[in-house]
Nanobody
Framework: QVQLVESGGGLVQAGGSLRVSCAASGFSFSSYTMGWFRQAPGKEREFVAAIRWSGGSTRYADSVKGRFTISRDNAKNTVDLQMNGLEAEDTAVYYC???????????????????WGQGTQVTVSS
C-alpha cells in the first residue's frame, strides 16, 4: 500500500523557519522524483520544489528560490523541505507527491504525479 505521510507543519512567525518532512512507503522510492506542492485557501495547488530520484538535481518555484531547500534520503525513504525566511504568503497546506522517473517541465504540474500525501498545515503569522 502506497503511503506518503507529511509531518512538521505548524505555526511560525514571519521571518522564521520550519522543516516539513514526508515519509514514503509502498513503492520504490529511489525511482521517483519527489515534489512539494502547496495550496492556500481559495487558491489552486501550486508547485514549490522537486528533487530528482537520485537527489542530484533540484528545482524551485521562483517564489521560494533562495529561501527553501528540498532534500531526500533514499536510505530512509524520506524527503524534506527546509523553509527559511517564511512570509505570510507561504501559509498553506503543504503536500508531498511522487512521480516515477520524470525530470522535465511536466513535474511542476499536479496531474503529472502518481501519489500524494494528505498534507500538513503551515501557518505564518505576520
Amino acid at each position: 500500500q502506497v503511503q506518503l505521510v507529511e509531518s512538521g507543519g505548524g505555526l511560525v512567525q514571519a521571518g522564521g523557519s520550519l522543516r516539513v518532512s514526508c515519509a514514503a512507503s509502498g513503492f520504490s522510492f529511489s525511482s521517483y522524483t519527489m515534489g512539494w506542492f502547496r495550496q492556500a485557501p481559495g487558491k489552486e495547488r501550486e508547485f514549490v520544489a522537486a528533487i530528482r530520484w537520485s537527489g542530484g538535481s533540484t528545482r524551485y518555484a521562483d517564489s521560494v528560490k533562495g529561501r527553501f531547500t528540498i532534500s531526500r534520503d533514499n536510505a530512509k525513504n524520506t524527503v524534506d523541505l527546509q523553509m527559511n525566511g517564511l512570509e505570510a504568503e507561504d501559509t498553506a497546506v503543504y503536500y508531498c507527491a511522487a512521480v516515477i522517473f520524470m525530470w522535465d517541465n511536466r513535474m511542476v504540474f499536479t496531474p503529472s504525479y502518481n501519489y500524494w500525501g494528505q498534507g500538513t498545515q503551515v501557518t505564518v503569522s505576520s
